[in-house]
């Protein structure tokens, strides 16, 4: 899982509550991003940044919300409009420029009741 | 628009034996694509890319992938499958997105290697 970590691997909330995940990396990326992965599918881009203080909605950003006020930090906040919150996120992390891969974290699996 | 595709969603090998999970790609300009692995309740690892040059790109733990730029594919291979391979793969192609870059990930192959 590289230079990322995320915390924390296992979040539970309440209908109706925001909760905040955490992205950290040490590896000097520009870019970082933030996925949602349900159950048998594909990787949905939910926000990226390619660099502090600048951030890009991704095909599901409603109702979420993100801050890139730090170039090692990436939050992301699921807030209570997200209507299908349940699911695994995952931060990735990538030096700007065509060629280079993207590094993930070890993802965060929000369960909300 | 930029898409990726992943024809099976399921890939039986007997150990041993040969391995290919196939992928095709639509993408405007020149593709950059990449080859992940996920593991169970894990982040997604790297296991190669292709920029440019070689159709032929190897990459970690054995697997290799050609590309072919008529048929718009970029198919991951192995000469000998291990049980340990068993995992969920995940083809992705990088493109140009506002004033930087992007990724779109096919919807991801689970290969199982049966022992």
């Known amino acids: 899982d590289g230079g990322i970590t995320q915390s924390p691997k296992y979040l539970f909330r309440k209908e109706g509550q925001n909760v905040t995940l955490s992205c950290e990396q040490n590896l000097n990326h520009d870019a970082m991003y933030w996925y949602r992965q349900d159950p048998g599918q594909g990787l949905r881009l939910i926000y990226y940044s390619q660099i502090v203080n600048d951030f890009q909605k991704g095909d599901i950003a409603e109702g979420y919300s993100v801050s890139r006020e730090k170039k090692e930090s990436f939050p992301l906040t699921v807030t209570s409009a997200q209507k299908n919150p349940t699911a695994f996120y995952l931060c990735a992390s990538s030096h700007s420029g065509d060629s280079y891969e993207q590094y993930f974290g070890p993802g965060t699996r929000l369960t909300v009741t | 628009a930029q898409s990726v595709a992943q024809p099976e969603d399921q890939v039986n090998v007997a150990e041993g034996n040969p391995l290919t999970v196939k992928c095709t790609y639509s993408v405007s300009g020149n593709p950059y694509l990449f080859w992940y692995v996920q593991y169970p309740n894990r982040g997604l690892q790297f296991l190669l890319k292709?920029?440019?040059?070689d159709n032929l790109v190897k990459g970690s733990y054995g697997f290799e992938a050609e590309f072919n730029k008529s048929q718009t594919s970029f198919h991951l291979k192995k000469p000998s499958a291990l049980v340990s391979d068993s995992a969920l793969y995940f083809c992705a192609v990088r493109f140009r997105w506002g004033n930087g870059q992007n990724f779109v990930f096919g919807p991801g192959t689970r290969l199982s290697v049966l022992p």
């Open positions: 292709y920029i440019t040059g």
